[in-house]
């Protein structure tokens, strides 16, 4: 599956922003997503992650209760809404694409966090937070 991310700019503290990601392909409702993001100067950090049909989902404690991922298997897109954005969630953010027949069932298991257990990546999207 090729990944498309989208919707990154520059907001202000405090504001909103929903990025997106579309796939391409028939297989992409057979995959678990995952939003991930990479500040300067530091190691790509998992953001959120939801399970192939959509009911489950997960978050990093830095996203939780600002941060909503969602997803239309109809129209291939995987979305997360940001809220409440802070400074430091300025980054680059990506999607991934978790097709382990296994583990894209559920949003949480020991290894969704981690970047290997992703098999497609998309190009990232640059999301500036301002004071």
């Known amino acids: 599956v090729q990944l498309q991310a989208s919707g990154g700019g520059l907001v202000q503290a405090g504001g909103s922003l929903r990025l997106s990601c579309a796939g391409s392909?028939?297989?992409?409702?057979?995959?678990?997503m995952g939003w991930f993001r990479q500040a300067p100067g530091r190691a790509r950090e998992f953001v959120a992650r939801?399970?192939?049909?959509?009911?489950?989902?997960y978050y990093a404690d830095s996203a939780k209760g600002r941060f909503t991922i969602s997803r239309d298997n109809v129209e291939n897109t995987v979305y997360v809404q940001m809220n409440s954005l802070k400074l430091e969630d300025t980054a680059v953010y990506y999607c991934?694409?978790?097709?382990?027949?296994?583990?894209?069932?559920?949003?949480?298991?020991?290894?969704?966090?981690?970047?290997?257990?992703?098999?497609?990546w998309g190009q990232g999207t640059l999301v500036t937070v301002s004071s």
């Open positions: 392909g028939r297989t992409f409702k057979d995959y678990a």
């Open positions: 939801i399970s192939r049909g959509g009911a489950g989902t």
């Open positions: 991934g694409a978790d097709r382990n027949l296994r583990y894209s069932r559920v949003a949480y298991y020991t290894g969704a966090t981690h970047l290997e257990n992703y098999d497609f």
